[in-house]
């Protein structure tokens, strides 16, 4: 979710965002389209991407938080919350608080409209999701792709600028289809990758980025360091977004590559709505 070229292509979305925000279908991290998708996207400025690196190992990540949540991970806690879609306003439930620690599910931590983070949840960007993408950007760049992550870790401060400026030129119906408000966005969590080519920012955040050759390499093979496309085409009733060929999210080999391999979305691996 950035803001590359949202004014170029904010009435076609608007087009679209009626098909599942009226009808309370489940909404996650982005907005409904049975066919191709415009490009609504938030972005951050430059210095919201943070270059850490760290090689090593792929692995599973439960993110460092300075609060030090509790790391149950959901998988055996027997407590996992169970909204009511009957209440539901544009995927979010009405009335909804931020809770005090973060979801976990399977091990995986989980943030979309029915699952908000702690407001004082700041774990930066992930390391280990870091050092995939470097892997991966090495491996993409023998092939010719240059890529870039020109958007991951955001607070929720930053956030909240970007939720309001949206809603404020949008209105709040059009701006939930395509930015997470406060404390919903999978980009606070540090997992989230925003992924483009090298000189080719104009594909940065639009759904064009996914016809390119680079976009279809990263789509092939980002399971294969860890990464999931969040937001596929076709199952934006399910996330709640509209589809984002360039955002992608950490969540370790094996599930990445379950993921891929069975076609699903988190919701959907994780057995939550």
Do not use: C
Request: charged share 30%.
């Amino acid at each position: 979710m950035n803001d590359w070229d949202v004014e170029k292509s904010i009435k076609k979305g608007q087009e679209v965002i009626g098909m599942s925000v009226a009808n309370g279908d489940e909404d996650a991290a982005h907005e409904t389209e049975p066919t191709e998708l415009p490009d609504l996207v938030e972005q951050p400025d430059a210095e919201e991407t943070k270059e850490e690196d760290e090689p090593g190992k792929v692995q599973e990540v439960t993110p460092e938080s300075p609060s030090k949540p509790t790391k149950n991970n959901g998988a055996g806690s027997g407590t996992e919350v169970k909204p009511n879609p009957a209440i539901d306003n544009g995927g979010y439930i009405e009335g909804q608080t931020l809770p005090k620690e973060p979801k976990f599910v399977k091990g995986i931590l989980l943030a979309n409209k029915k699952y908000p983070l702690p407001a004082t949840y700041a774990p930066g960007e992930d390391k280990k999701a870091r050092g995939a993408f470097e892997r991966m950007a090495a491996e993409a760049k023998l092939t010719g792709f240059n890529l870039n992550a020109f958007s991951t870790y955001r607070s929720f401060e930053y956030q909240t600028t970007l939720y309001e400026r949206y809603v404020a030129r949008d209105g709040e119906k059009a701006a939930d289809t395509y930015s997470a408000r406060p404390g919903y966005s999978e980009h606070q969590t540090g997992l989230a990758f925003d992924i483009g080519e090298v000189n080719f920012e104009q594909h940065f955040a639009s759904s064009s980025f996914g016809e390119t050759e680079a976009g279809k390499w990263v789509a092939a093979n980002a399971h294969r360091f860890g990464f999931v496309m969040r937001y596929p085409v076709g199952k934006e009733q399910i996330t709640g977004y509209m589809h984002e060929s360039w955002h992608f999210r950490y969540v370790g080999l094996e599930i990445a590559d379950e993921i891929f391999k069975k076609n699903l979305t988190l919701e959907e691996y994780l057995g939550v709505q």
